[in-house]
């Protein structure tokens, strides 16, 4: 099962496009329609396209082409790729930098007060502080707001991550780069103002998502591995090359960056390493008697991410519907969230009682500073508060904490179990809020608490260290949740360098993938269902195959001569929203009927905006052509598209005629409508269409049935107009299947 | 640049397809059709479809199916899967087990006669194991050549590779597994004889190539991006997911045979962990003053690449010559280059003085037993013969050597010079005879001894240790010779388990393949290209955008009536090798011509054997389909494919007629003739089509204009058909280049 949106809403960065943020924030939106765009039925943004339209003015233009331009575009392709690579993993550095000062310096106060048992100060401190940190995201918009949003987001204790963000910040960069900045902003660089086509940009975000995913984890190949099997519909083996080559300039540059840190200049940064939760440990050693509490850890990983899927698709909803009656309630949900957040983080670890320090600690006892495995809050001294040590850290550090080898016995089970639960509602009811939120880090933070857990309950049964369990069920907890395999089996590696424990990580990922799968989908699916995004499956249904593509083309079609009336022109466009429309000769032109071609409304548009009109229907002269440039053709920044309402004609002008030959793509696909369903859309999908023209089989009649797009593939627009279809046979019994969590 | 071959011919094996054995084993090539198929025209064995024949067959077929038949079905492939990792895994275990107790044996005997100073008998000894293990490759057939030839080869100290054949090995049980069985061994199993479409089983060969490249490096991930990047034309997710299972299951059965044999059970085989090449350390050290020497290391590898590509197209082109002259031929050219390696390897080391040993040495010196790093030679005792530590070994051991941290005082100057350089050509003179080989291994034993010399050369001027920049030196050479990306990188992070090298082999990765690049195609475009294989390109050409479809297609076009007579089929059949033909309907059964759709040659063949045939010119009743199993039409292991010429028809029956229509694929895919070609070879390879039928744009003429297949799109052809256009302008580049290595 994969996530991909088909042709369209490919390169589409999930994580970040489903938070609830969306339709608040316009401007982000429109900025970089190319990461944010949802189709043109739910939302007035344009897709990119993946299909080069082939009209004689685009041939014309390629012919023109000299060596040195070519030479010019595929050097400028490479240089964007290494700007975005630079950019995000500076970007990505930055905000791990800030969060790191600004969540420490909040834990270094709160715990100074601690220790002069002035507590009431201490959650004071805490909880106003996390408070103006939530509110932090409302302060500013547009791109910014990401960066900083997700910060102080992260800073201030709620249960959300930054590999959501980072990935959209990344595809972000990159649409800007590639469209040549943006308008809006007065931002707009001429000479990166080369790439003609969407596809170039459709890569460029592509690479810019695997480079966010890279930034934030430090893993560079599992970046790319995401952005492969999580992101992009339509996959070039170009593409993987160019997305390689970004994450390169991300690690390098990350790399280099630390190299820096290393000398102390970055405050509470510290000096972590390349890799964010290193466990290597030379002598991991299991044996076959581990395998079956590693197969229960995977099975049960795998019931608690579906599980964790259908809640936070059920709390989505609910605050969505919140976060529709307008900006007072976001607000009061945020804050009411970072209130929650703060009282239950401050007062849960008053449960747990204090520990004795380890004689043989390797580190101080109770934690001096910031980070580490023994925080002291309330306790005695010579004492430390195990829950709290988990508690009063980032993100990361927990996680580290978790991890952390040779630590079997530091942790009550109680505290780990406290832990596990809170972490488990809060990452739910964190996520949806209006702040840039990525679900990675609370799905580690979570299954790691789980995993260490099954490893305390397992205890001397098992050769493993609990740490490792610990990272067990981080694996098995994201793969229940997200689903994805070969790029989490990397990105885990490259998290945690432990390469030995790979087999054990495999099943891991199997066992809970296969379990997770039978109850619902995953996460990224169920929210963008939830969301309304119009999305195709990779594969095809088999009651696909029992239909024909006659059966779901729907009319009346709209079409246009080849050389068409302005005023008809404008009329069709006015009435329907179509995005593309058949051009067709018929008589006095050709023989008989003949389908020329698909003409973009988006180019429909510019050429009226030109006024490239003549007084008789007679083809346009080459000459003609000169009035344009490939550049006017190619798409803005959306939501600054030109719009059929704003132009305006004089009675005259809509009595004249446009030549639409030369700007139709005269190579549109076609299937005939008796073409079965299935296949259609094995070519809509593989190909990356956005319109699919239908031709009839039995020649004689309108050289065109009608279009097919996206939306007439849909399972439910299919299954509405043929009821007495049943879905297929496994998709029923899936169906059925999360009915045991109605439960709940 | 990608190396797919498109559509038909997937994933194949390409390094043990491009072993000059092809021809001369026609059998294992027969029984394992799958993997070596090499397209119907140069060779006559068929390929896998991608495309679904959807005739009225199939869907009836389809829809009879109950849910404990589908259940079973996917059941099954699961189950294939696990039987795949798991029969390949043992082969991969047990081929390591024997090459390393068989070359094991062989220095250990070899080394006691040197300590005795029978320096005459020990070179007898080595030369005549190494002949009789190199005839080993001639006295099997079949898929045990592959398994025995391939130890007996590695063995032999021929500078070959064991990745190439458990490539192929993987490929092989899939594909026998896929089918069911062999009927030529009289090994058929019909409870796996439930696929009944060709694309299920290509799945299959995919992934049992993943497998078998895990297996060979016990390097799981790097299998499946392996299978991805570099075999499979065609993805879909589901497929990443499959092969991530079977090399998972030979992930864990793999540590579990390792486990099994840490108890000194292996013999010779010692007790290796799940990390080939382990060059862990915990403080990998870089700065920036590093990165210019590693890039100087990358960019000379890329130029060394791409000359040991060239020097090893022009090998292969001078052995297929000799190979093409009979059995004796080739076992004469075995034979000398066997002897020849014996004598270069045994004279080399005596070149070499010998060095003391280090009194702060982690080993034994000089070494005792078969492997380490202080090999003594003719040395006197208390010293060793580096040159020596590195020949006389199993490649394995040499690369651990080369990769070994902490030696950077063993090994002298000239001492690795000369290993460099022989590797260099003993392995481009080893690849082409006849003998399973892989080139991955003697590629990182050559790239591993440039780096180290490299390492040597910088000094003290870099913080790396020269076991890093071998490590880096051999990530360069792979670049620069197989020019993949991501799953090398996975491969080598897999081989070495040194995660923070990471960025650094990035850099390396790029700068050699962009180095490269500039010169030649990756080893495996050349060699295909050198065999004559049909291979098309995964991106298109920028003239084929100024051709139209209509300008390539050739006639005449031989069409079936739906319902034709037995006669004209025999003869259409006999007279033509097409493997399919468009179906018309003409007026007595439709108004006008119609193309219904397009026949295989295969199930056209078996409706022949069956004979249902009828005396007139009716539609066959339904009923008349109870005649056929789907079975009956799913692919023989090809070459036992019957042929046109084995039927025998009374007359009588040759005026009988057949209907075609239940057995059409009613859903082909077709452009029209003013498609651009570009366009259609998009199409073609996306989808994975073997057969793309034109349409006339103005109707009126016959439905069908003509075929399209994979020939039609062969830049030869085009360009044969077209003369006076030019190549990309970036080809033409590409082809000049290479002119600098004429002057060899």
């Not at 660089?189 to 790439?195: E, G, K, S, T, V």
């Not at 699916?525 to 024909?548: C, S, V, W």
């Not at 429309?581 to 008589?587: A, K, W």
Request: one cysteine or more; proline letters at 4%; a positive charge.
């Amino acid at each position: 099962m994969s996530t991909n949106f088909t042709n369209g809403e490919a390169n589409t960065d999930h994580e970040s496009l489903i938070t609830p943020l969306l339709s608040s924030r316009r401007s982000l939106v429109n900025s970089t329609s190319q990461v944010a765009i949802v189709g043109a039925h739910v939302c007035p943004i344009e897709s990119l396209d993946y299909e080069i339209a082939e009209n004689d003015f685009f041939k014309q233009d390629w012919r023109s082409r000299g060596k040195m331009q070519i030479f010019q575009y595929v050097l400028m392709k490479w240089l964007l790729c290494f700007l975005i690579g630079l950019i995000v993993s500076l970007i990505g550095f930055f905000n791990n930098l800030a969060v790191e000062n600004i969540a420490g310096m909040k834990f270094v106060v709160t715990s100074n007060m601690m220790l002069a048992k002035r507590y009431g100060m201490a959650f004071l401190v805490f909880s106003v502080s996390n408070l103006i940190l939530t509110l932090g995201i409302f302060s500013l918009r547009t791109l910014v707001i990401k960066i900083i949003g997700s910060i102080t987001a992260v800073s201030s204790s709620l249960l959300v991550g930054k590999a959501g963000p980072m990935v959209h910040t990344g595809a972000c960069v990159a649409a800007l780069l590639g469209q040549g900045g943006s308008k809006r902003f007065k931002l707009t660089w001429r000479w990166l103002r080369i790439f003609k086509n969407d596809r170039d940009r459709r890569d460029l975000v592509t690479c810019g998502s695997a480079a966010g995913m890279a930034a934030a984890f430090r893993a560079p190949v599992g970046g790319v591995l995401f952005a492969l099997e999580e992101m992009a519909s339509w996959w070039r083996s170009a593409l993987l090359w160019r997305s390689f080559f970004t994450t390169a300039v991300v690690a390098i540059v990350l790399r280099a960056l630390i190299d820096f840190c290393l000398s102390g200049k970055c405050g509470l940064f510290g000096k972590g390493g390349l890799i964010m939760f290193d466990v290597y440990s030379a002598s991991v050693t299991y044996h076959l008697i581990d395998v079956l509490p590693v197969l229960t850890l995977g099975a049960i990983g795998g019931i608690l991410g579906s599980l964790y899927n259908f809640l936070l698709d059920k709390v989505l909803r609910i605050y969505s519907r919140i976060n529709e009656k307008g900006v007072v309630y976001k607000i009061l949900l945020a804050c009411a969230i970072s209130i929650f957040t703060s009282c239950l983080l401050f007062g849960l670890p008053w449960l747990a009682s204090c520990q004795r320090c380890p004689s043989d600690a390797s580190e101080a006892c109770p934690t001096i500073g910031r980070s580490g495995n023994f925080k002291k809050f309330q306790c005695p001294p010579g004492h430390y508060n195990d829950l709290a040590s988990l508690i009063f850290n980032t993100n990361d550090d927990s996680v580290r904490n978790l991890f952390s080898k040779n630590t079997n016995f530091e942790f009550q089970y109680p505290s780990i179990l406290i832990f596990f639960v809170t972490c488990f509602f809060l990452s739910i009811i964190s996520f949806g809020i209006v702040a840039p939120a990525g679900l990675f880090i609370p799905v580690i933070v979570t299954g790691a608490s789980y995993g260490r857990f099954v490893g305390m309950l397992v205890g001397s049964h098992s050769n493993l260290d609990h740490g490792l369990y610990a990272v067990l069920g981080a694996a098995s907890f994201l793969a229940g949740s997200m689903r994805m395999t070969v790029s989490l089996c990397v990105i885990i590696l490259e998290l945690t360098n432990n390469l030995l424990l790979l087999p054990l990580i495999m099943l891991v990922l199997l066992v809970s993938k296969t379990v997770a799968d039978a109850f619902n989908s995953n996460i990224y699916d169920l929210i963008m269902n939830a969301k309304g995004f119009p999305y195709l499956e990779t594969h095809t249904e088999p009651y696909m195959r029992q239909l024909t593509v006659g059966d779901v083309v729907r009319g009346p079609l709209q079409v246009f001569q080849g050389i068409e009336k302005v005023g008809n022109i404008v009329h069709v466009l006015s009435t329907t929203n179509h995005n593309g429309f058949p051009v067709i000769d018929e008589p006095p032109l050709s023989e008989s009927p003949v389908l020329y071609g698909l003409i973009l409304r988006a180019h429909v548009i510019e050429l009226l905006k030109k006024k490239a009109f003549m007084p008789t229907p007679v083809p346009i002269g080459t000459d003609a052509l000169n009035l344009f440039s490939a550049g006017d053709f190619s798409k803005r920044g959306s939501g600054n598209g030109d719009k059929i309402e704003d132009l305006q004609f004089t009675e005259e002008e809509m009595e004249m005629f446009l030549d639409l030959h030369p700007f139709t793509n005269a190579s549109p696909y076609t299937v005939v409508d008796s073409m079965s369903l299935a296949k259609a859309l094995i070519l809509f999908r593989e190909v990356g269409l956005r319109h699919l023209m239908v031709t009839p089989k039995i020649s004689g009649r309108s050289p065109v049935v009608g279009i097919l797009t996206r939306h007439d593939f849909m399972p439910g627009h299919i299954l509405g107009l043929h009821p007495m279809l049943t879905r297929s046979r496994w998709k029923r019994l899936r169906i059925r299947a999360p009915r045991i969590f109605k439960l709940f």
